[in-house]
């Protein structure tokens, strides 16, 4: 069946380093590609998207290439602040499913430290 | 703006006792659906809906009902809450099927 599979967190960083969060799927359509973050307290928001391979998704500075050849999607993000303390998702949804649901990897904890 | 509400945030109930969390969007979406976020499960869909009056189970539907009336209201009834409802509920929302989604800022539901 279609999952998503992202690395375990929580990932602890200071401020201004380098992120990456690996995510890769498998799916038995043409997915698209999605990252959405949750800050504490509050609902999922879309970060950024990707409908079809090599394109690359970007907002706020963070950054994802749709890779079909690795079915990877990884996020990244050159210089990370404290406000990107957050729990990172990436999920897919493959076009023309019956129930348009959106599957999700398990979530990636981040934590920027000043 | 454009946004997804739902109400209420927080609730706290007993065992039995029928209840609905009302989900609005004003961005005239057709697609909306309903997911449940549970500790190492992740979110799992429970219901969806692709237009008014059309709505269809997702992965977990088992003690949830749901009607689409009105293409902007979705409302969760949970006819007879069990502890094991215990979750973060969260209403979806998106153009089409095939369009990204937009989520609510959750619902957080305990029964005792």
């Known amino acids: 069946g279609d999952s998503v599979t992202q690395m375990e967190g929580p990932v602890t960083l200071s401020e201004e380093a380098f992120l990456t969060i690996n995510c890769t799927y498998t799916?038995?359509?043409?997915?698209?590609l999605f990252w959405y973050v949750q800050y504490p307290g509050e609902g999922l928001q879309l970060l950024l998207k990707?409908?079809?391979?090599?394109d690359k998704g970007s907002n706020k500075g963070f950054e994802a290439t749709y890779r079909k050849e690795t079915t990877s999607f990884h996020l990244e993000k050159g210089s990370v602040q404290v406000s990107d303390s957050a729990v990172y998702f990436c999920?897919?949804?493959?076009?023309?499913?019956?129930?348009?649901?959106?599957?999700f990897g398990q979530g990636t904890t981040l934590q920027v430290k000043p | 703006e454009a946004q997804v509400t739902q109400n209420p945030r927080y609730l706290i109930t007993v065992t039995g006792k029928k209840l609905t969390v009302t989900c609005s969007q004003n961005?005239?979406?057709?697609?909306m659906s309903w997911y449940r976020q549970d500790p190492g499960l992740g979110l799992r869909q429970i219901y969806y809906?692709?237009?008014?009056?059309?709505?269809d189970k997702g992965d977990v539907p088992e003690g949830y009902k749901v009607s689409r009336k009105e293409k902007r209201n979705f409302p969760l009834i949970l006819e007879s809450p069990s502890p094991n409802q215990t979750s973060l509920y969260f209403c979806a929302s998106s153009l089409s099927r095939d369009y990204e989604q937009y989520f609510g800022p959750g619902t957080r539901l305990t029964v005792t």
């Open positions: 999920a897919l949804s493959v076009r023309g499913s019956n129930t348009g649901k959106l599957i």
């Open positions: 799916a038995t359509g043409y997915p698209s």
């Open positions: 990707a409908t079809k391979a090599d």
């Open positions: 961005m005239n979406h057709e697609y």
């Open positions: 809906s692709m237009n008014v009056e059309v709505t």
